[in-house]
């Protein structure tokens, strides 16, 4: 067993040494060093394996690539990944399920706690030498008591209730597949209908895939139906929400503030309206990136690509196109 691997997503240096250190014996691996597609469509038509952390991986470059036998996601998000063309081409397409669970939960209560208390805001107007103490109290929440609203229901989402079990606070969820009650009860979570879930969120955090339902579902339409003055949290995908009508939805006041990880086109506009709103607080689609989780993401890679080659079956929660019989 010799893959020939090609990782299509730049990577930093520290990075790479774990990616190096914790290579298995006979496999071989290509890095991409550039975002450009012209040096993708070079380094797939010599890979076994394609690997990358939210690069698109097209159609095109699926049918360029003969030897391409297994697609392994960095994480879990397959929506810059032709799943068709994969599928068509017999490409098995698997992901690290879980494996950035933790990081990602973790991130999402920091965006909670630092939307509430304007964060960024207060460490600006010290930089600039002012005191702003008391127009803070004007605009900053506590989290204590507040209805936390989560839609979508995963890994995810799960360790997002369970840290939040410390802080008083009323959670709520919606999710295509409702938990048993036995579940329910230990993260002491309530399951109610979209529009309820809207209604009854002071904090509204998004942990769902992105799929043509869910593409724009938090939209003008959507904004309208949740309390005024409440908080949205995206550590999802940007593409769950209209951009447009957010900003249009904090500058009325309908919604209070905002949290974001993700954004509809990454990187954003440096001129993007979002990023120079004092109600925002945005960080660049990093929630999972946190450099003592890379050893555990990486070696769930290569163990996915070992059983593959080894014709050993993956775990069903990382199958996504599953192999040819």
């Given at each position: 067993?010799?893959?020939?691997?090609?990782?299509?997503?730049?990577?930093?240096?520290?990075?790479?040494?774990?990616?190096?250190?914790?290579?298995?014996?006979?496999?071989?691996?290509?890095?991409?060093?550039?975002?450009?597609?012209?040096?993708?469509?070079?380094?797939?038509?010599?890979?076994?394996?394609?690997?990358?952390?939210?690069?698109?991986?097209?159609?095109?470059?699926?049918a360029?690539a003969?030897?391409?036998?297994?697609?392994?996601?960095?994480?879990?998000?397959?929506?810059?990944?032709?799943?068709?063309?994969?599928?068509?081409?017999?490409?098995?397409?698997?992901?690290?399920?879980?494996?950035?669970?933790?990081?990602?939960?973790?991130?999402?209560?920091?965006?909670?706690?630092?939307?509430?208390?304007?964060?960024p805001?207060?460490?600006?107007?010290?930089?600039?030498?002012?005191?702003?103490?008391?127009?803070?109290?004007?605009?900053?929440?506590?989290?204590?008591?507040?209805?936390?609203?989560?839609?979508?229901?995963?890994?995810?989402?799960?360790?997002?209730?369970?840290?939040?079990?410390?802080?008083?606070?009323?959670?709520?969820?919606?999710?295509?597949?409702r938990?048993?009650?036995?579940?329910?009860?230990?993260?002491?979570?309530?399951?109610?209908?979209?529009?309820?879930?809207?209604?009854?969120?002071?904090?509204?955090?998004?942990?769902?895939?992105?799929?043509?339902q869910t593409?724009?579902?938090?939209?003008?339409?959507?904004?309208?139906?949740?309390?005024?003055?409440?908080?949205?949290?995206?550590?999802?995908?940007?593409?769950?929400?209209?951009?447009?009508?957010?900003?249009?939805?904090?500058?009325?006041?309908?919604?209070?503030?905002?949290?974001?990880?993700?954004?509809?086109?990454?990187?954003?506009?440096?001129?993007?309206?979002?990023?120079?709103?004092?109600?925002?607080?945005?960080?660049?689609?990093?929630?999972?990136?946190v450099?003592?989780?890379?050893?555990?993401?990486?070696?769930?890679?290569?163990?996915?690509?070992?059983?593959?080659?080894?014709?050993?079956?993956?775990?069903?929660?990382?199958?996504?196109?599953?192999?040819p019989?």
């Amino acid at each position: 067993m010799q893959p020939h691997i090609a990782f299509l997503t730049p990577m930093a240096a520290p990075t790479l040494e774990v990616i190096h250190r914790l290579k298995p014996e006979g496999f071989t691996i290509a890095f991409a060093k550039t975002n450009e597609q012209s040096e993708h469509l070079e380094m797939v038509r010599h890979a076994d394996v394609l690997m990358a952390a939210g690069t698109f991986i097209t159609a095109e470059m699926i049918a360029q690539a003969p030897r391409l036998k297994l697609i392994q996601k960095w994480g879990i998000g397959v929506d810059k990944i032709d799943l068709e063309a994969a599928k068509g081409a017999g490409v098995t397409v698997a992901i690290t399920a879980g494996a950035t669970s933790i990081p990602v939960s973790e991130h999402t209560l920091m965006l909670i706690l630092a939307t509430s208390r304007r964060l960024p805001l207060a460490h600006r107007s010290l930089q600039e030498g002012k005191w702003i103490a008391s127009e803070l109290r004007t605009v900053c929440a506590k989290l204590d008591g507040k209805t936390v609203g989560l839609f979508g229901f995963g890994n995810i989402a799960r360790f997002v209730a369970k840290r939040l079990g410390g802080f008083d606070v009323n959670i709520i969820y919606h999710s295509r597949t409702r938990l048993g009650p036995a579940i329910e009860k230990q993260l002491n979570v309530q399951y109610v209908d979209f529009d309820t879930l809207l209604s009854q969120s002071d904090i509204l955090s998004l942990h769902a895939p992105l799929t043509e339902q869910t593409k724009h579902l938090f939209n003008a339409q959507t904004f309208g139906k949740m309390k005024r003055g409440a908080m949205l949290i995206n550590t999802a995908r940007g593409e769950l929400i209209d951009e447009t009508a957010l900003v249009d939805a904090l500058r009325s006041g309908q919604l209070s503030s905002a949290g974001l990880d993700t954004f509809e086109g990454e990187p954003p506009r440096a001129d993007h309206p979002l990023l120079h709103m004092d109600q925002v607080v945005a960080t660049p689609h990093s929630a999972g990136g946190v450099y003592d989780n890379v050893p555990h993401i990486v070696g769930h890679m290569y163990r996915n690509i070992e059983l593959y080659f080894n014709k050993q079956a993956l775990d069903a929660a990382d199958l996504i196109v599953a192999p040819p019989r």
